[in-house]
């Protein structure tokens, strides 16, 4: 299986704050990277798919960039409903795997 | 739109069977391209793929459950369904259906916890 390693595990930042998030992949998964959302008590929302493009309806301000082993998510200004738990996911072989989870709170 | 909805018991007892079902609204479940599948999230943990099913009958399962694990599917009623063997309080999570495209999942229910004790 292939492993998917998220950093940092929780971070705490500002409204209007640039933040970023990191993803590894045990081996190399091309640009087969997913990214979701996860609110409290709620399902995963899909947020990019294909390490960079934008799901349809999800605001301009998160963006994704990476290829090979190597991934990140960024939210260039942090809105007060950014704060979840956001998720990678390796789409490149069965079985599909996730990361550990990267939860984004106030400070 | 497309909406998936879970449902079956809350409780199960361990060594029995959990089942689940997860019914398809808005659209159908033999849309061509798209596969079926189960999730769960253990209480505070991540996130782990269970398996699969296309409307054909066709399944997938992840290995570390495979021995367990039974998915099915009714195209007349626009269901899926799970079924997890000799439950232990390890199985303990909520249980999440999803719509895949190319193991991507684009579709989620809101999903259902499912508590195993006696």
């Known amino acids: 299986d292939i492993q998917m390693t998220q950093s940092p595990s929780s971070l705490s930042a500002s409204v209007g704050d640039r933040v970023t998030i990191t993803c590894r992949a045990s081996q190399n998964i091309s640009k087969y990277l997913n990214w979701y959302q996860q609110k409290p008590g709620k399902a995963p929302k899909l947020l990019i798919y294909?390490?960079?493009s934008l799901q349809s309806g999800v605001p301009s301000r998160f963006s994704g960039s990476g290829s090979g082993t190597d991934f990140t998510l960024t939210i260039s200004s942090l809105q007060p409903e950014d704060f979840a738990t956001y998720s990678c996911?390796?789409?490149?072989?069965?079985?599909?795997?996730f990361g550990g989870g990267t939860k984004v709170e106030i400070k | 739109q497309l909406q998936l909805q879970e449902s079956g018991p809350g409780l199960v007892k361990p060594s029995e069977t959990l089942s689940l079902t997860c019914t398809v609204s808005?659209?159908?479940?033999?849309?061509?391209?798209?596969?079926w599948g189960w999730i769960r999230q253990p209480p505070g943990k991540g996130l782990e793929w269970i398996g699969s099913i296309y409307y054909s009958g066709s399944t997938y399962y992840n290995p570390s459950l495979k021995s367990r694990v039974t998915i099915s599917v009714d195209t007349s009623k626009n269901q899926f369904s799970l079924k997890l063997s000799s439950v232990t309080a390890a199985h303990t999570a909520v249980y999440y259906c999803?719509?895949?495209?190319?193991?991507?999942?684009?579709?989620w229910g809101q999903g259902t916890m499912v508590t195993v004790s006696s």
């Open positions: 808005g659209g159908s479940i033999r849309s061509s391209g798209y596969y």
């Open positions: 294909a390490a960079s």
């Open positions: 999803a719509r895949l495209h190319l193991l991507l999942f684009d579709i």
């Open positions: 996911q390796q789409s490149y072989s069965t079985p599909p795997t």
